[in-house]
Each structure stands twice: as structure tokens, then as C-alpha cells.
């Protein structure tokens, strides 16, 4: 099974001027990216705040209606699907959200909010059934079956995000994106809730979408690595080839502005100048070229093409 997104746009309109509902500007917040998702592997999608990354997240949870380009599970577009299909999308294709504190309503209990995605059925068979399946998912992730009497706000913020992924995997999905599921954690609780994903990917053959700014966790838990600016994909490929030689100078910014991994492994810092492209009025051109000190004359006037440069690894970029 294979999740794709095909050219997406998804543009927001600016209201305001004079005359009632008139559109002075539209924002570019995703303009063209097109990344796909196997079982079984992560895509890690990286760059800047305001670079687009959670609103292409929220195009494949169909949380958006894009603009333009298309949403395909196995080829086939999400919009040409019937009642049945769609409701197939939405059980194989899951979220775990940024903050354990607001994602989850503090007026229900546990059980109820693990088991809000599954269908609702009457009679006691599948109540039962319900019930079963919370406690499994329960004990995947590390509590205990009894958690599914209490509220959230009788847990730890770790302890809520476990109760997130739990409510995301309650429905044998195939697909989660996981929109920043640790930066809002403390550091000592981060590595256990990484490493609880990575077991239950191995263990359920799971496939990510993960949407980060920590660097270092993407790199743990991704095998390919894609990098957004102003809205556009600059660079993808294998996540260890594109953090030991990023092909894109943006990528090469923003890896040296992360914690090495090891002291020996730091990085010259690259301050860039100026402000990340305005998403309403993108400077013709690369959208990178005002801040990129590799720029060339016609990276000023030239959108750079999608080319593969290396096997499976690809950037948008005058200098190749």
C-alpha cells in the first residue's frame, strides 16, 4: 500500500481591501509538492516554521481540501472514492498531533477517546468487542488496561501521547502522520516515546509521515528525508546520505544550525540573511536565492527544476 500526493497545492485566500469579501492576496502555504509513503517506512519532512509542513500533513488527513494536485492511496485518487473507500482512507490513515494536552478532551474518559475513530454499532457483542480492542492497544503502547476508566489529566504529558498513538492505532491503520509527537514533551520523555514508535513500526509494519523541526528525531526515526522552503521541496533522498552531504545549500543551512550527533561531527554554522520568503509575494526564481550564499544570476529570474542529481536523491537547484 502506497500513500501519494501528487502536485499539491493548497493555497489560502487574504481577505481585506475595499468591497465585502474581496481576495487581496493569496497565501502559497504548500505550492507543488509531490512525496509518496510505503508500508513500512518513514518520510521525514523537515525545514523552517511557515515552510508548509503541517499543512501538507493536514492534505493527507483530508483535513484540507488542496487546490490543486491530488491525494492517491495505491494510485487511485481519494476524490473518485465511494462511501466505503472513503471510509477505508480514513481508518488506514491516522494522526498523532503535536501537543498530548490539547489533542485529547479532558471531559471524556480514556476508553472513549481510544475508541472515538472505530464505528459506531449497537448491541453488547460489539461493545464488547470495543472494549477488547482499547485494551489492546492500550497495552501496545505501555499503559495499562485499567487506564481506560481515568481522564487525561490524571497522566504525565509522556503518558498522554501514548494515549494519542493509542487512539491513532485503535482502527489497524496503515498510515500515521505524526505532526512534531515529541517536541512538546520534556527531553528525558522524548527517546522513550521515539523508540515506542519505532517498536510498534517494526512490530505493525506501520508507515510515517513525520513533520518535524528536531532535526535529530527525524533523523532517528526516518529512512527518507524530505526538506521544505516558502512552500516548495528543495531535497529529498536516503535520510543519512542527505545529513552527511546535503546536495541543497538550504539543507546545508539548516543541518548546520542542529546539534551534532557527536562533538566531531558539528558542522560550520551558516547564519542566512534576511526573512524566510514571504508565502504571499515568493521572490521570483528559486524562492531560497535571497538568502543562499551559493546563488547564481539566473537562480534570480529561473525556477530551478526537480532533478534526480544522485540514485533516489533529489533537488530543486541551479547549481547541479
Not at 200 to 207: F, Y
Not at 228 to 247: N, Q
Not at 253 to 275: F, N, Q, T, W, Y
Request: hydrophobic share 40%; net charge positive; proline share 8%.
Amino acid at each position: 500500500m502506497v500513500l501519494q500526493g501528487v502536485g499539491l497545492k493548497k493555497h489560502f485566500p487574504v481577505m481585506g481591501g475595499f468591497g465585502v469579501g474581496r481576495v487581496r492576496g493569496w497565501i502559497k502555504a504548500v505550492d507543488g509538492v509531490s512525496v509518496q509513503v510505503a508500508e513500512g517506512e518513514t518520510l521525514g519532512i523537515v525545514g523552517e516554521s511557515g515552510s508548509g509542513k503541517s499543512t501538507l500533513a493536514r492534505l493527507f488527513l483530508l483535513l484540507e481540501r488542496p487546490t490543486d494536485g491530488s491525494v492517491l492511496l495505491d494510485g487511485k485518487d481519494v476524490r473518485a472514492f465511494g462511501r466505503a473507500e472513503f471510509g477505508h482512507y480514513r481508518r488506514s490513515v491516522q494522526a498523532v498531533f503535536q501537543d498530548p494536552y490539547s489533542s485529547l478532551n479532558p471531559r471524556m474518559r480514556v476508553g472513549q477517546i481510544v475508541a472515538e475513530p472505530l464505528p459506531r454499532e449497537n448491541g453488547t457483542s460489539s461493545r464488547a468487542t470495543v472494549r477488547e480492542r482499547v485494551g489492546e492497544v492500550l497495552e501496545l503502547v505501555g499503559l495499562r488496561r485499567a487506564s481506560a476508566t481515568l481522564y487525561p489529566h490524571e497522566f504525565s504529558g509522556g503518558q498522554r501521547q501514548r494515549i494519542a498513538i493509542a487512539r491513532a492505532l485503535v482502527t489497524y491503520p496503515k498510515f500515521i502522520m505524526l505532526d512534531e509527537p515529541v517536541s512538546a514533551l520534556d527531553v528525558s520523555i522524548r527517546a522513550q516515546i521515539l523508540n515506542l514508535l519505532k517498536g510498534l513500526q517494526d512490530r505493525l509494519g506501520l508507515a510515517y509521515i513525520m513533520i518535524s523541526h528536531d532535526l535529530a528525531a527525524a533523523r532517528y526515526l526516518a529512512t527518507r528525508l524530505a526538506v521544505m522552503y516558502a512552500g516548495k521541496l528543495v531535497e529529498t533522498g536516503d535520510v543519512d546520505a542527505v545529513y552527511t552531504a546535503p546536495l541543497h545549500p538550504y539543507t546545508e543551512a539548516l543541518l548546520s544550525a542542529a546539534l551534532p550527533l557527536h562533538p566531531s561531527a558539528k558542522r560550520p554554522r551558516i547564519v542566512l540573511p534576511g526573512e524566510v520568503a514571504n508565502p504571499m509575494s515568493p521572490p521570483p526564481g528559486c524562492r531560497f536565492h535571497p538568502r543562499c550564499p551559493r546563488a547564481l544570476p539566473q537562480c534570480r529570474s529561473q525556477e530551478p527544476e526537480w532533478q534526480e542529481v544522485e540514485p533516489s536523491r533529489f533537488t530543486a537547484c541551479h547549481l547541479y
